[in-house]
């Protein structure tokens, strides 16, 4: 479920990053939006699952278009750079607003998702919900990348000023693929507080935006097969580590320096991911 869940994050930042290339370090926060939105309207409103996704999947749509009009105009390390400073001040609301989230101590009873008077009581019933949602966001992200507005955003990720020359808007392309991406990871968002039941700021830091990133560079940014491949691998090799026969005394260290090692061998050897056609380095 996890998997489903960060495939449909990775996929929704490589609509950014692999095939407008833009590199975003904001997609935790665009998840947090989801998951506080939805939890917030389901718990203290008493609305309904879909209501709640619908509500997280609007603000996130809002918040990305209002970003977007500053940092679309940017373009490189000046958009990271932008996109981080809105990661933290949403961490910062997450964690300080507390008369809305609750800051650290979090929102607890978050109902189970139900949709169309069916309800996903057991883990089953999620997984088919999250395989479900998984599946439709790469169905959506391939048709977009496929299509002319697909072309758009690689003629945009190869040269931008080549492509205002032809008479394409940029800026508008940019944050068009800027909101779709928020939405989705709101989205995703939504599913994982009502698979949780609970959410508080620590899963919604800078280091899991980092994380999304790895993922889709390790998948292969610019492919639709990449970035859920990416979050298949770093899901699993943290629990695969677990039963490398570690020392006690060591093990957590071990295991991290060893996933460390991993990603940089991934890299080096697969500079473009596993089954990646853009290379993020060539680019730069």
């Not at 998951?35 to 997280?56: K, N």
């Not at 939405?183 to 800078?206: K, M, N, Q, R």
């Amino acid at each position: 479920m996890l998997i489903c869940l960060y495939a449909a994050l990775a996929s929704s930042l490589d609509l950014v990053l692999g095939h407008t290339g833009l590199l975003s370090v904001a997609q935790a926060a665009f998840f947090g939006i989801g998951a506080y939105s939805s939890a917030l309207v389901t718990v203290r409103l008493g609305a309904s699952f879909v209501t709640g996704v619908s509500v997280g999947g609007a603000v996130a749509a809002a918040t990305a278009a209002l970003i977007g009009v500053v940092a679309g105009r940017l373009r490189e390390d000046y958009f990271a750079i932008a996109t981080l400073g809105f990661q933290f001040i949403l961490f910062g609301v997450f964690n300080d607003w507390t008369g809305l989230t609750r800051g650290p101590l979090g929102i607890p009873g978050i109902p189970r998702p139900s949709v169309l008077g069916l309800t996903a009581r057991s883990e089953l019933d999620f997984a088919i919900l999250a395989v479900a949602f998984a599946v439709t966001v790469l169905v959506v992200i391939g048709r977009i990348t496929g299509g002319p507005f697909g072309r758009v955003l690689h003629a945009i990720r190869e040269d931008e000023v080549f492509a205002q020359s032809l008479g394409k808007n940029t800026v508008r392309s940019k944050l068009l693929a800027f909101a779709i991406s928020a939405v989705i990871a709101a989205i995703a968002g939504s599913l994982y507080a009502h698979y949780i039941t609970f959410v508080d700021p620590s899963s919604f830091g800078v280091e899991q935006s980092i994380l999304v990133v790895s993922m889709v560079v390790i998948g292969g940014a610019g492919s639709v097969f990449g970035p859920p491949l990416g979050a298949c691998a770093l899901v699993l090799l943290p629990e695969v580590l677990r039963f490398a026969g570690f020392p006690e005394s060591v093990a957590a260290h071990v295991r991290q320096a060893t996933y460390g090692t991993l990603l940089v061998v991934a890299m080096i050897v697969r500079p473009k991911g596993l089954v990646g056609t853009y290379a993020l380095s060539r680019h730069r």
